[in-house]
Nanobody
Framework: QLQLVESGGGSMQPGGSLRLSCVLSGFTLNDYAIGWFRQAPGKEREEISCIRNRDGSQYLKQSLKDRFTMSADSAKNAVYLQMNNMRPEDTADYFC???????????????WGQGTPVSVSS
């Protein structure tokens, strides 16, 4: 069974940091591109970052580059999203997903985790 499981979400005050984890099972980092996405209430899902391990391609949303970092650990078959200096507008459900390319619209990513909620407020 191909599965992604996210963890690490929670509530925090502005300026705080969180590290989200996404563990793959049934497949490896070399099989798919793995992306992080988020969806805020009433808004469309957006891609934050993506890694395709087999060719080293990587994407990170320009507006988040100074605060967010995505990394991958092949030994643990997992990807991570480090989020620093968080803001209320980062409040959303965060998902990881697997697809054939980081260039795809989120609608074409094939395997999705269940999501982990992140809330930033004072």
């Amino acid at each position: 069974q191909l599965q992604l499981v996210e963890s690490g979400g929670g509530s925090m005050q502005p300026g705080g940091s969180l590290r989200l984890s996404c563990v793959l099972s049934g497949f490896t980092l070399n099989d798919y591109a793995i992306g992080w996405f988020r969806q805020a209430p009433g808004k469309e899902r957006e891609e934050i970052s993506c890694i395709r391990n087999r060719d080293g391609s990587q994407y990170l949303k320009q507006s988040l580059k100074d605060r967010f970092t995505m990394s991958a650990d092949s030994a643990k078959n997992a990807v991570y999203l480090q989020m620093n200096n968080m803001r209320p507008e980062d409040t959303a459900d965060y998902f990881c997903a697997a697809g054939s390319s980081c260039l795809l619209n989120y609608k074409y990513f094939e395997i999705w985790g269940q999501g982990t909620p992140v809330s930033v407020s004072s």
